[in-house]
């Protein structure tokens, strides 16, 4: 079975700076799919960004990058130029690709992230 | 584009009471997951349809959980006889299901149980 770890349950970062949120997962398999999403307090979960496993180079979405190596399974983010609205928990998230794969997400415990001003 | 809605937002009941949650996924959205966040935690899926079909069930549903999407629209969780372990948030999300690598599942924004 797929497993996310993140190791990090709380993170803080001043306003402006940058901070870097860990993730490791394991799998057996080679094609599949690894997201990170952002749940801010009582609002609903939106994606942040997504990697494809078999695309060497790093997904970037303006602020938000990720540094994907995938023999060491691990799959970080980031957050450039934090910003107060940055504060929410994240997410890290493993997905089978295709093949008959309903693609459910499987989920990491989350990081506690907090933007101080 | 309206999002996904999940109806109530808030539900507190007692011990051995039954509860309904609804979930409405975005519009053309044919795939409909419900997953199930404890504090601490993060989401742990509970069950996946595709249109009506409820294609799995993870172990974690158990007997006292149904789940059903008719006609493939909206879809329902239902938990009989509720447990003190049942308090969690219940997530609903959906897809539209084109298996691209951009298809995205979107959240609605949750059930929160609380059962005394």
């Known amino acids: 079975a797929q497993t996310v770890t993140q190791s990090q349950p709380e993170m803080s970062v001043q306003e402006a700076e940058t901070v870097t949120l860990s993730c490791t997962y394991d799998t057996s398999e080679s094609d599949y799919y690894l997201f990170w999403y952002k749940q801010p307090p009582s609002r609903q979960m939106i994606l942040v960004i997504r990697q494809e496993a078999y695309k060497q180079q790093n997904a970037t979405e303006n602020r938000f990058s990720v540094n994907f190596q995938k023999a060491a399974k691990s799959f970080s983010l980031k957050i450039s130029d934090s910003q107060l609205g940055d504060a929410a928990m994240y997410f890290c998230a493993y997905r089978r690709g295709s093949g008959g794969s309903n693609y459910k997400l499987t989920f990491g415990k989350g990081t506690l992230l907090t933007v101080n001003p | 584009d309206t999002g996904v809605s999940q109806d109530p937002r808030h539900k507190i009941t007692k011990r051995g009471q039954n509860v309904t949650f609804r979930c409405d996924p975005i519009?053309?959205?044919?795939?409909l997951y419900w997953y199930r966040q404890t504090l601490g935690q993060g989401p742990e899926f509970l069950t996946y349809f595709q249109n009506e079909a409820q294609l799995e069930k993870s172990r974690l549903l158990s007997d006292r959980f149904s789940a059903e999407r008719p006609k493939g629209s909206f879809s329902t969780l239902e938990i009989q006889r509720t447990e003190q372990g049942d308090s969690a948030m219940y997530l609903c999300?959906?897809?539209?299901?084109?298996?691209?690598?951009?298809?995205?599942?979107?959240f609605g924004p949750g059930t929160r149980l609380t059962v005394l």
């Open positions: 519009s053309e959205h044919n795939r």
């Open positions: 999300a959906s897809r539209l299901g084109t298996g691209a690598p951009t298809d995205t599942q979107y």
